[in-house]
């Protein structure tokens, strides 16, 4: 079993900087893919970003690139959204995921086997 545990979230204004961690536990990590989800109340949950545990290799969604960043410390077991230059429109309840899949799985969240239970980013104008 896989456990992820998701922290750092809160309230800051329009602009501001706001680092969200996860911690993973349980299986070996090696050939995982880590993801960050987000959803807002009313829509959908979607992909923010996505880390292969192995290579470091990213992906963005276009709504993160240039203002998010993920990133991994392996021996640690942690898993980083690094968000600045917030806006209104990210405000959303933020998932940390795993997938098994070793390569690059998509943007769907019916990819990923393993969640945290959620961090609220809030941010006002």
């Not at 329009?14 to 009313?42: E, H, K, N, T, V």
């Not at 949950?45 to 470091?56: F, K, P, Q, T, Y």
Request: hydrophobic residues 30%; aromatic residues 12%; charged residues 20%.
């Amino acid at each position: 079993q896989v456990q992820l545990v998701e922290s750092g979230g809160g309230l800051v204004q329009a602009g501001d900087s706001l680092r969200l961690s996860c911690a993973a536990s349980g299986r070996s990590f090696s050939r995982y893919g880590m993801g960050w989800f987000r959803q807002a109340p009313g829509k959908d949950r979607e992909l923010v970003a996505h880390i292969s545990w192995n290579d470091g290799s990213t992906y963005y969604a276009d709504s993160a690139k240039g203002r998010f960043t993920i990133s991994r410390d392996i021996p640690k077991k942690m898993v980083y959204l690094q968000m600045n230059s917030l806006k209104p429109e990210d405000t959303a309840a933020y998932y940390c995921a795993a997938t098994v899949q070793a390569g690059w799985p998509g943007r769907s969240r019916y990819e990923y086997d393993y969640w945290g239970q959620g961090t609220q980013v809030t941010v006002s104008s």
